[in-house]
């Protein structure tokens, strides 16, 4: 038996249908939601990467007086305070097989040179709750939260930055590319994380 099924709690098994989604900003707002799906145990499987997001539609300027010229989908710290820039694509969109490489490689070069450290803690210390997000990040036995944005600071200084390419189905093509660059691009790290939708088909056909 393949495919995915789901036990109700009457005991009905239900077939799940792998379906795309509907826009780019549902898949962006799962992520924003659950940034668990980012599979930090994937990434590093001896010390799981959990994540803090700073925030979505965050801009990257492109010199020292511009205010922003890109706005990058998401932007997240892990617990040793490596931002993480994330981009977001649908399989269906065209671009994610070769253009949104150098799309995030400007947005990763930019945001090098020109983040302002101050901004993001900023933009991040504006959300509610932020400095308890902040402790349950880093944990409460070593929750000195200056030491942690210091130590944004130095990655981001040192180009010790992640870049992540999420989408619900991940081409070959941008899978060779990935590859090739997380081999060239030391200290920083490149993936591509592939989150699919399986949506019961019984509520997929009263829907369609």
């Given at each position: ?85 994330v981009e ?57 939260t200056e ?8 990655n981001l ?52």
């Open positions: 038996m393949g495919g995915i099924y789901l036990i109700q709690e009457q005991g009905q098994l239900v077939e799940m249908a792998e379906t795309s989604y509907q826009s780019e900003d549902l898949l962006q707002k799962l992520l924003a939601d659950y940034p668990s799906l980012l599979a930090g145990e994937q990434i590093d499987s001896a010390a799981p990467r959990r994540w803090l997001l700073v925030s979505r539609e965050i801009l990257i300027p492109d010199s020292e007086d511009s205010g922003g010229r890109w706005a990058l989908d998401h932007l997240f710290l892990d617990q040793d305070g490596i931002p993480t820039l977001v694509k649908r399989a269906s969109d065209s671009r994610i097989r070769r253009e949104v490489v150098g799309q995030m490689l400007d947005y990763a070069a930019n945001a090098v040179n020109y983040w302002s450290i101050d901004k993001i803690r900023t933009q991040f210390e504006a959300k509610r709750d932020s400095e308890q997000l902040l402790i349950e990040l880093i944990g409460e036995d070593n929750a000195n030491k942690f944005w210091q130590q944004v600071t130095t200084q040192a180009g010790k930055i992640r870049l992540i390419f999420v989408a619900d189905k991940i081409p070959v093509e941008l899978q060779r590319i990935v590859e090739f660059l997380n081999k060239q691009m030391n200290p920083a790290e490149i993936l591509a994380v592939e989150i699919k939708q399986y949506v019961w088909t019984e509520l997929e056909d009263l829907s369609s």
